[in-house]
């Protein structure tokens, strides 16, 4: 399994990022995605999390700022970062499930991970 992930990068406070992941090695039409986040000294947060028909769900404090999207033709998910904050700045993961599983933000209901990429916002 490959999980290429992009995207990341530096971006100034109010602006935009869009990362992508995209997955060989494994089905991809079948399994709900998340995305997570992490800072130094912090647990790992899922805030994003879409099934394959594109039913998602996101956390309180991105609601209206990212939109998670994937193509399952080209096996590649996506998040639409917009209106970033200083308090954005992390290193971001995607990940998979196993198929046939629900939406969720836990991490441990993931099995696959792309290796991530760092979100830095300057304010």
């Known amino acids: 399994v490959q999980v290429a992930e992009s995207g990341g990068g530096l971006a100034q406070a109010g602006g935009s990022l869009r990362l992508s992941c995209t997955f060989s090695?494994?089905?991809?039409?079948?399994?709900?995605m998340a995305w997570f986040r992490q800072v130094p000294g912090n647990e790992r947060e899922g805030f994003s999390s879409?099934?394959?028909?594109?039913?998602?769900i996101y956390g309180n404090s991105m609601k209206g700022r990212f939109t998670v999207s994937r193509d399952n033709a080209k096996r590649t998910l996506y998040l639409q970062m917009d209106s970033l904050i200083p308090g954005d700045t992390a290193m971001y993961y995607c990940?998979?499930?196993?198929?046939?599983?629900?939406?969720?933000?836990?991490?441990?209901?993931?099995?696959?991970w792309g290796q991530g990429t760092q979100v830095t916002v300057s304010s």
């Open positions: 990940a998979a499930r196993r198929p046939g599983l629900g939406l969720s933000i836990l991490a441990d209901g993931y099995n696959y």
């Open positions: 090695g494994l089905t991809f039409d079948d399994r709900t």
């Open positions: 879409i099934t394959p028909g594109g039913k998602s």
